[in-house]
C-alpha cells in the first residue's frame, strides 16, 4: 500500500502560480505512475494529469493543458503539479493517487489506487 500527503495549496489570484507536491511512501516510488485529480464543490471528482513511473510519458486533462506540469522526483519520492495562469475554475481541492500501473493511460479514478486527503487551491478573481 502506498500512503500519499498533498502539500501546497493555498489562496491565489487569477493568473497567479502555486506549485502541489505529493510525497509518497510504503512501496518503491518507481514502481507505480502517478496522477493528480481535483474536485470542486458540487463536482464530481475529474482527472488533471498523470506521469507514468520514470517520468517518460505524461498528459492532462485539456482544460490544464499548457498551464499545469506535472513532474515526478525519485529521489524525494515526490510528485509535483506546477499550476500557472491559474483561473477561477480551477479553484478545488486537489489530490494525489498512485496509480495501479506502471505507465497509466486513462482518466479513470477507478485506475488509481491510494489517495492522498487533498490539499485546497482556492484561485480569488
Known amino acids: 500500500q502506498v500512503q500519499l500527503v498533498e502539500s501546497g495549496g493555498g489562496l491565489v489570484q487569477a493568473g497567479g502560480s502555486l506549485r502541489l507536491s505529493c510525497v509518497a511512501s510504503?512501496?518503491?516510488?518507481?514502481?507505480?505512475?502517478m496522477g493528480w485529480f481535483r474536485q470542486a464543490p458540487g463536482k464530481e471528482r475529474e482527472f488533471v494529469a498523470a506521469?507514468?513511473?520514470?517520468?517518460?510519458?505524461?498528459y492532462y486533462a485539456d482544460s490544464v493543458k499548457g498551464r499545469f506540469t506535472i513532474s515526478r522526483d525519485r529521489a524525494s519520492n515526490t510528485v509535483f503539479l506546477q499550476m500557472t495562469n491559474l483561473k477561477s475554475e480551477d479553484t478545488a481541492v486537489y489530490y494525489c493517487?498512485?496509480?495501479?500501473?506502471?505507465?497509466?493511460?486513462?482518466?479513470?479514478?477507478?485506475?488509481?489506487?491510494?489517495w492522498g486527503p487533498g490539499t485546497q487551491v482556492t484561485v480569488s478573481s
Open positions: 506521469i507514468n513511473w520514470n517520468g517518460a510519458s505524461i
Open positions: 493517487a498512485a496509480s495501479k500501473f506502471r505507465n497509466p493511460t486513462t482518466t479513470w479514478a477507478a485506475d488509481f489506487y491510494s
Open positions: 510504503g512501496r518503491t516510488f518507481s514502481t507505480f505512475g
